[in-house]
T-cell receptor
Framework: KNEVEQSPQNLTAQEGEFITINCSYSVGISALHWLQQHPGGGIVSLFMLSSGKKKHGRLIATINIQEKHSSLHITASHPRDSAVYIC?????????FGKGTHLIIQP | KAGVTQTPRYLIKTRGQQVTLSCSPISGHRSVSWYQQTPGQGLQFLFEYFSETQRNKGNFPGRFSGRQFSNSRSEMNVSTLELGDSALYLCASSLADRYYGYTFGSGTRLTVV
């Protein structure tokens, strides 16, 4: 069974700061997903990665398959980025999720 | 293009009752998976269906079941509800399998009293 560890659990930062959220997993995977969840529950899929790096707007996600590690970066953070960010890894037995990182960006 | 639709959005049930939740995937998506989210356990995988067949099942008791219809719509059922079943239940659809991305619905918040 895959174990997914995220850090930090909570992060408060000022608007404009560069944000990094980390995710480590224990077993080889088919793909890694970064998800965003706002209050109210809806989940948005931000990235699906199997190698390398992806960028979408101010968000960048990287993955190192050998080290079983991924990072999500937010550049020029904004209060609307405040949300819970969840790392999930895909395998033969479905998605396994990290506990999430609760991010608050203060104006 | 319509997203993943879950109904109902909110539900209150009494302990011992049963409940059925519905999920309509994005048109053309053939895989539907279900997840339970609680404050204590976080997000956990329940099961996945593809072309009306259960492909994977998480570590949940037999009270949790599901099915998928020929139009890819899926339902999950929880029988003999317990207080601990109170949770946000999310479904996600995918084109085919885990090598494609997932699109999540807004969830059904179930409260068992």
């Amino acid at each position: 069974k895959n174990e997914v560890e995220q850090s930090p659990q909570n992060l408060t930062a000022q608007e404009g700061e560069f944000i990094t959220i980390n995710c480590s997993y224990s077993v080889g995977i088919s793909a890694l997903h970064w998800l965003q969840q706002h209050p109210g529950g809806g989940i948005v899929s931000l990235f699906m990665l199997s190698s390398g790096k992806k960028k979408h707007g101010r968000l960048i996600a990287t993955i190192n398959i050998q080290e079983k590690h991924s990072s999500l970066h937010i550049t020029a953070s904004h209060p609307r980025d405040s949300a819970v960010y969840i790392c999930a890894v895909g395998g033969a037995d479905g998605l396994t999720f990290g506990k999430g990182t609760h991010l608050i960006i203060q104006p | 293009k319509a997203g993943v639709t879950q109904t109902p959005r909110y539900l209150i049930k009494t302990r011992g009752q049963q409940v059925t939740l519905s999920c309509s995937p994005i048109s053309g998506h053939r895989s539907v998976s279900w997840y339970q989210q609680t404050p204590g356990q976080g997000l956990q995988f329940l099961f996945e269906y593809f072309s009306e067949t259960q492909r994977n099942k998480g570590n949940f008791p037999g009270r949790f079941s599901g099915r998928q219809f020929s139009n890819s719509r899926s339902e999950m059922n929880v029988s003999t509800l317990e207080l601990g079943d109170s949770a946000l239940y999310l479904c996600a659809s995918s084109l085919a399998d885990r090598y494609y991305g997932y699109t999540f619905g807004s969830g059904t918040r179930l409260t068992v009293v």
